[in-house]
């Protein structure tokens, strides 16, 4: 029974596309990062804080740094 209530509570991820162009530079490699947003932003996502409309991804094998949320792309 335990098994099932879990799977009910599991996060949905909703799709997200690459923006075309390139991206602010990384913080560690300082190589430009890849933009994504999600696709399909609704006003319910919108409401849930925190929400990022856009953020980064370093792209670089050797780079530790995986994703970079600015703070100006946060709606509160």
Same mark, same amino acid.
């Given at each position: 029974?335990?098994? =099932?209530? $879990? ?13 075309? @162009?390139?991206?602010? #530079?990384?913080? =560690?490699? $300082? ?13 319910? @996502?919108?409401?849930? #804080? ?27």
């Amino acid at each position: 029974m335990r098994a =099932r209530v $879990s799977e009910k509570r599991k996060r949905m991820r909703k799709k997200c596309v690459v923006v075309s @162009g390139e991206g602010d #530079p990384c913080p =560690r490699c $300082s190589k430009p990062m890849q933009i994504r947003e999600y696709d399909g932003i609704d006003k319910q @996502g919108l409401r849930q #804080p925190p929400f990022y409309i856009r953020w980064f991804c370093c792209m670089n094998k050797s780079c530790r740094t995986t994703l970079v949320m600015p703070a100006r792309y946060k709606v509160a």
